[in-house]
C-alpha cells in the first residue's frame, strides 16, 4: 500500500513537470497574445514598419484593430473632457462665488471702519460735552459754597450786630431768603448737571462698546476676507491645473483624431474596388469616405447613382478634337462641341496627361439634348441610349449647355481641379483621378459638404442635391427618393425590385 501510495505521488510530480514545460509556455505565448500592447503597436511609425514586413491581409487587419483602439481611445478622451470641462465650468463657479463674498466682506468692512470713524468721533464730541459739564459742576460748587459760607456767617452774626448795621431786621430776614433761595436754586442746577454728566458718562460708555463690538467684528470679518480669499487662491490653482489638464486632453483628443483618420486613410488606399463595384462594395468605400467626411452615406450613393449608376455610365461620349473641344459619341457619330474650350478643355487634357490616359479614349458626359417643335420655342427632355442614341420624338434636338463631366461623381474638370489638394489629403493619391471610385466618392463628399449637406437634414440635403445639379430641384427629388431606396437597404438589409431598377 505504501509503495502504491509513493507511486501516485510520482505520477503527480511528473505531470506537474510535463505541464510545467510544454504547457505553460504556451499558456504566456497565447496570454501575451491576448494582451497586445496597442498603445506602441498603433504608434504610426510602427505601422509604417509593419506595412513593409506584413502580408497585405495582415497589414489590413492590424490597421483595422488600431483604428477600433483609436476610436475607443477617443470615446474615452470625449468623457474624460466633458468631465474635466464639468470641473472646470464648478471651478468657475466656485471662484466667481468667492469673489463676490471677499467683495462683500471689503464693502462690510469698510462700512464697520467708516462707522467706527463716525462713533470716534461722537465719543471724543460726548467726552468734551462731559468735561464741559465737569468745569459747570466744578463752578457751581465753587458758588454754592461761597452761598453756604455766606449764609453760615450771617447766622453766626449776634442780633445786637444785626439790629446795629442793618436798617432793619426785616431787611437782615429778606437777605437771608435771598440767598437760601439762590443756594436752593443752585442745589438744584448742580443735581441736574450731575445727571446730565453721568448721562453722558452712559453714553460714552455704550458708544465705547458698540465700537469694540464693531471692531470684534472687523476683525472677523478681515479673518473670514483672509480665509476666503485663500480658498478663491487655492480654486484659482485648482482650476489652472484643471485647465491644464483640459488643454491636455483636447492635445490627446486632437492626435487621436489625427491617429485615425491617418489609419483610415491608409485602410482606405488598401481597399481595391473595380471600375463599376458591386452595391456591396459601393457601401462599403461611401462608408470608408462618409467615416471622415461627414455626411450621410446614403445621400453620398444617392448622388453616384443618380450621376452615373454607381459607375456603370460614366460618359457617352470621347473628346477627339483638343482645341474646339468636339468629338464623337460612342456609337461613331460626330458631335461638334462636347466640353467647354476655353474653361475646362485645357484641364480635361492636364488631367488625362498625368494620369497616363489617351484623352480620345476617355468618355466623359455629352451636352444634354433637348428636343423642339419645328418653328417653336417648345422644349422637352430627350432620352439618351447606353451607346449615345439620341431619341426624340419631337422634330429635332438642340444642344443644351455643355458636357465634359468625369468619372461616377460627373465632376467637370474645372471643379475637380478646386478640389484636387483635397482629395489627395484624404486619399492619399498622388494624382486624384475622376474615374477611380475611391477618388470620385471622395470629391462628391467633399463637394457636398461644401454645399450644405453636412447637416444631414432633408432641407440641407435636398439644396446640395439642387446645387450639384446646377439648382434643379427635379434633380434634387429624385436624388431623395434613391436616398431612401439606400438607406432602407443599410438599415434593413433588402431591397424592393422598384429601388433595385432606381439606383442600377
Known amino acids: 500500500m505504501f509503495r502504491s501510495m509513493r507511486f501516485s505521488i510520482l505520477k503527480l510530480i511528473l505531470s506537474f513537470v510535463f505541464i510545467s514545460v510544454f504547457l505553460l509556455p504556451n499558456f504566456l505565448i497565447l496570454e501575451g497574445q491576448a494582451t497586445e500592447n496597442f498603445e506602441e503597436i498603433c504608434l504610426i511609425e510602427e505601422i509604417e514598419k509593419s506595412e513593409k514586413t506584413l ?33 472646470k465650468k464648478t471651478l468657475e463657479n466656485t471662484i466667481w462665488s468667492l469673489k463676490n463674498k471677499v467683495k462683500k466682506l471689503e464693502n462690510e468692512i469698510y462700512e464697520s471702519n467708516l462707522i467706527i470713524k463716525d462713533l470716534g468721533l461722537q465719543i471724543a464730541d460726548t467726552k468734551g460735552s462731559i468735561d464741559d459739564i465737569s468745569l459747570r459742576i466744578d463752578d457751581s460748587k465753587e458758588e454754592l459754597s461761597v452761598i453756604l459760607r455766606t449764609i453760615y456767617e450771617e447766622d453766626q452774626r449776634p442780633l445786637i450786630e444785626l439790629l446795629l448795621l442793618e436798617d432793619g431786621l426785616s431787611d437782615f430776614f429778606s437777605n437771608l431768603v435771598a440767598l437760601e433761595a439762590v443756594g436752593a436754586k443752585n442745589k438744584e442746577l448742580l443735581s441736574h448737571i450731575k445727571g446730565l454728566k453721568s448721562y453722558l458718562e452712559g453714553q460714552r460708555q455704550s458708544l465705547d462698546t458698540e465700537r469694540g463690538d464693531l471692531e470684534n467684528i472687523v476683525v472677523v470679518r478681515s479673518l473670514q476676507k483672509q480665509e476666503n480669499a485663500s480658498l478663491k487662491k487655492e480654486q484659482e490653482n485648482l482650476w489652472w491645473k484643471t485647465e491644464a489638464e483640459y488643454q491636455e486632453y483636447l492635445k490627446e483628443q486632437e492626435e487621436t483624431k489625427e491617429a485615425v483618420a491617418e489609419i483610415a486613410a491608409r485602410i482606405f488606399r488598401l481597399v481595391g474596388v473595380p471600375d463599376a463595384p458591386t452595391f456591396g462594395e459601393a457601401v462599403q468605400i461611401a462608408n470608408l469616405v462618409t467615416d471622415r467626411i461627414k455626411i450621410r452615406t446614403a445621400f453620398l450613393l444617392a448622388i453616384i447613382s443618380q450621376e452615373s449608376a454607381m459607375g456603370r455610365n460614366v460618359g457617352q461620349c470621347y473628346i477627339t478634337d483638343d482645341k474646339k473641344g468636339g468629338g464623337i459619341y460612342k456609337n461613331g457619330n460626330p458631335i ?18 498625368r494620369l497616363g490616359m489617351d484623352f480620345a479614349k476617355t468618355p466623359v458626359s455629352c451636352w444634354i439634348p433637348n428636343c423642339i417643335k419645328p418653328y417653336s420655342s417648345y422644349f422637352c427632355g430627350a432620352s439618351v441610349s447606353s451607346n449615345g442614341s439620341i431619341a426624340c420624338y419631337k422634330s429635332g434636338y438642340v444642344p443644351f449647355g455643355f458636357g465634359g463631366a468625369m468619372g461616377p461623381a460627373q465632376f467637370i474638370p474645372s471643379t475637380w481641379k478646386g478640389l484636387e489638394d483635397e482629395i489627395k489629403f484624404y486619399t492619399g493619391s498622388e494624382t486624384p483621378n475622376p474615374w477611380n471610385i475611391k477618388d470620385a466618392f471622395t470629391a462628391s463628399a467633399l463637394y457636398l459638404q461644401d454645399l450644405g449637406a453636412g447637416a444631414q437634414t432633408k432641407t440641407a440635403e435636398a439644396n446640395a442635391a439642387s446645387r450639384y445639379y446646377g439648382g434643379s430641384s427635379s434633380y434634387a427629388r429624385q436624388v431623395a427618393n434613391r436616398a431612401n431606396c439606400i438607406q432602407d437597404f443599410i438599415d434593413k438589409g433588402i431591397m424592393s425590385s422598384y429601388c433595385n431598377d432606381l439606383i442600377f
Not at 336 to 353: A, G, M, Q, S, V
Open 336 to 353: 461638334d462641341r462636347i466640353i467647354h474650350y476655353t474653361r475646362d478643355l485645357p484641364i480635361f487634357l492636364d488631367i488625362t496627361k
Open 55 to 87: 502580408s497585405k491581409n495582415d497589414y489590413q487587419a492590424l490597421l483595422i484593430k488600431c483604428e477600433k483602439y483609436y476610436k475607443e481611445q477617443s470615446e474615452i478622451i470625449e468623457k474624460d473632457l466633458n468631465k474635466t470641462a464639468g470641473e
